[in-house]
């Protein structure tokens, strides 16, 4: 491993491309990238359990709604201070979530929409949080794609300086030599066996972690249909990635523990 340490060619190498990143990015984008490097080496917040509460915290939501606009006003106007959203701490620290539900609620409230309608509305509101995401992969795969050529610009820098050094024997050259081509083998090994692998880490965490917002507009579009809350609520756990999808007698369990009140169902087949 000593044979790779080689400082001026590292300093080459990740100076520019981190200098790409500082001259392309904005500074929110910067801050995102940091944000997303480092949440790759915490544990997923994406469970089982999280979606319970979720499909819980639906039920709640749309039994107050369809309850009166007296009911549900308080909790989706000021979210953050609410009893209910308090309860199910994983979704309240997921401000973007919170936001789409309330946000959703609060217009259902105020106008009647019909269902196509807030089908589109909430795709573009999906899409744009997607768009806005993919940028932080995005930037990375660029970065990873740029890594071989710089590896070739120190390399060739480590050549016109061993020019300098064509008296000096044998050893020296040898050795310069050799540092100048292990600019190339960095390049090409931090591309592809780092930065690209870090990408595409991160675009399948912020993919995961995107899904509940499929599950909650489901969810939003069954109670914009008329559906009562039991089957808003089925449909929101069927849209649920099978990986953590509870069972339908884990969701009534969950919700009865919940404080739920509504009867029991049969078993869909």
Do not use: W
């Not at 990238?33 to 709640?60: A, C, E, T, V």
């Not at 009166?68 to 000021?78: A, L, S, V, Y």
């Not at 995401?133 to 890594?147: G, I, N, Q, S, Y």
């Not at 849209?239 to 009140?261: D, K, M, N, Q, Y």
């Amino acid at each position: 491993m000593h044979v790779l340490f080689q400082p001026i060619e590292l300093l080459i190498i990740l100076g520019a491309a981190i200098g790409s990143i500082v001259a392309s990015c904005s500074t929110n984008l910067i801050k995102s990238l940091i944000q997303n490097i480092m949440g790759i080496f915490l544990p997923s917040k994406i469970n089982k359990d999280f979606y319970l509460d979720l499909l819980r915290l639906l039920h709640d939501l749309i039994k107050l709604f369809t309850a009166g606009p007296q009911e549900i006003e308080k909790h989706i106007e000021n979210p953050h201070e609410s009893a209910l959203f308090q309860k199910f701490p994983l979704i309240a620290k997921n401000h973007h979530l919170v936001a789409f539900l309330c946000n959703t609620m609060t217009l259902q409230l105020s106008v009647s929409v019909e269902p196509h309608n807030l089908e589109d509305l909430l795709d573009t509101d999906i899409k744009t949080m997607h768009d806005e995401e993919e940028l932080v992969p995005k930037t990375l795969f660029r970065v990873a794609d740029a890594l071989p050529g710089l590896g070739i610009v120190a390399a060739v820098l480590g050549i016109v300086i061993t020019m300098g050094k064509l008296a000096q024997g044998k050893e020296t050259i040898g050795h310069s030599v050799a540092a100048a081509l292990i600019g190339t083998f960095l390049g090409v090994l931090l591309s592809y066996g780092f930065f690209q692998p870090l990408a595409a880490k991160i675009e399948n965490k912020l993919l995961e972690e995107g899904k509940c917002f499929g599950v909650a507009k489901a969810a939003l579009l069954a109670l914009a249909r008329g559906c009562n809350p039991k089957i808003c609520i089925e449909f929101a756990r069927r849209s649920i990635p099978t990986e953590h999808r509870p069972s339908f007698t884990e969701l009534e369990a969950a919700v009865r523990g919940s404080g739920g009140t509504a009867a029991p169902a049969k078993k869909a087949a």
